[in-house]
């Protein structure tokens, strides 16, 4: 007789990541396009150096479990006391303890949709149930209906601002009165992970709004605009009770040291990375205005991404890239299709555009 699997896992898809295909442009999988900062290097190579047999932090030790210098670097970054943050194995890896943490069987974890692939993976792997609230027809997320979707089994919302993959991002007034009508004994998480890319007055501070409201978590990552995508480096700032839950179901150790160094380093370097992100947020500019001249419809986007609404046309778009060696992130029609696309470096940017104009004329 085989092993008896979970059934909840059987209709699970796996979660899909961007194709990397050598010799091609790769704008799929939202990474900055940079070379990694001097400063990072080193305390990379250092972490990695410091093996002497009376070491104690080197990589024949384990890592430290607490992720004390890491805590202490992001409680001075986002100004929320130590007790209040968590670092993990990337950001997904905090949005599967957060399920764990708040939602069990048959109990419904809310986000719009199309939002970040990983919401009903981790949301299903613990049993409980994915409502998704489509995206507006201007493809931001419909905040409002989510307000009236959530039910007494409702025990979780993401709120993914930008929103990957349509790059809409919520205002802080929209998300203050989405707050005042979700009641306090449900978590909102939002889900930052573009923040440092939107360049809108009106967008909320996550972490700011978290300590104000303790059923608000902010969930951020060193993956896209600090460049550790490779790394594994997310954090969350929440209250404490529910730091606390959260370090419960956390796999112990799965912060190795070699990040934690790397993301003390890049922490330390953001002022470095500003000039990245304005350039960033400039190319973002000219691949919207380039591609909307030639017909495509672009929604505004918050993030380093942009979204092609293409619907049935997305998966053929995408393969047509994909022959001028650029491969970006198609998604099915069934659940709103479209292109997602990375702005990359201004050269990446080009190759990608020429392919698009190509595919108009
Ligand atoms: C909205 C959003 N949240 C979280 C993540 C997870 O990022 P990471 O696990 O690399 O921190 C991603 C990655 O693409 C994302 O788009």
Redesign the pocket.
């Known amino acids: 007789m085989p092993v008896r699997i979970r059934e909840a896992l059987a209709t699970l898809p796996a979660y899909a990541p961007g194709r990397t295909v050598p010799g091609a442009v790769k704008l799929a999988?939202?990474e900055l396009s940079y070379p990694t900062l001097p400063v990072v290097a080193d305390a990379i190579a250092a972490a990695v150096a410091d093996d002497s047999p009376t070491s104690v932090a080197g990589i024949n030790r384990y890592p430290d479990n607490g992720a004390t210098n890491l805590l202490a670097a992001l409680s001075g970054y986002t100004g929320a006391p130590v007790g209040r943050l968590i670092a993990?194995?990337?950001?997904?890896?905090?949005?599967q303890q957060i399920v764990q943490a708040v939602a069990g069987d048959g109990d419904q974890v809310l986000f719009g949709w199309r939002?970040?692939?990983?919401y009903p993976i981790v949301t299903r792997i613990t049993g409980a149930l994915p409502i998704q609230v489509p995206v507006t027809a201007g493809h931001a997320l419909d905040l409002d209906a989510m307000a009236d979707a959530v039910t007494p089994q409702t025990r979780l919302i993401f709120v993914?601002t930008?929103?990957?993959?349509t790059g809409t991002a919520v205002t802080s007034a929209d998300l203050e009165s989405f707050l005042d009508r979700v009641g306090d004994d449900v978590l909102v998480v939002v889900?930052?992970?573009?923040r440092e890319f939107d360049s809108s007055p009106d967008s909320p501070d996550g972490a700011a709004v978290a300590q104000r409201r303790p059923n608000v978590l902010a969930?951020?990552?060193?993956?896209?605009a600090y460049g550790l995508?490779g790394l594994?480096?997310?954090y969350a700032v929440a209250d404490e009770p529910l730091i606390e839950a959260l370090r419960k179901v956390a796999i112990p150790f799965a912060l190795n040291s070699v990040a934690q160094a790397a993301a003390v380093a890049a922490l330390g370097a953001a002022d470095e990375l500003r000039p990245r992100w304005e350039q960033v947020i400039s190319e973002r500019a000219r691949v919207t205005e380039t591609l909307r001249s030639t017909g495509f419809e672009v929604p505004t986007s918050q993030?380093n991404f942009v979204w092609l609404p293409l619907q049935d046309r997305a998966a053929d778009f995408a393969a047509h890239c994909e022959q001028h060696a650029v491969i970006v992130r198609s998604f099915s029609h069934a659940d709103g299709g479209g292109v997602r696309v990375t702005i990359g470096s201004p050269a990446e940017n080009d190759q990608f555009l020429a392919a698009a104009t190509s595919y108009r004329s």
């Open positions: 999988s939202n993990g194995c990337g950001s997904v890896a905090l949005c939002s970040f692939e990983a993914c930008p929103n990957n993959p889900d930052e992970a573009y969930l951020r990552t060193l993956s896209k995508a594994r480096v997310g993030a």
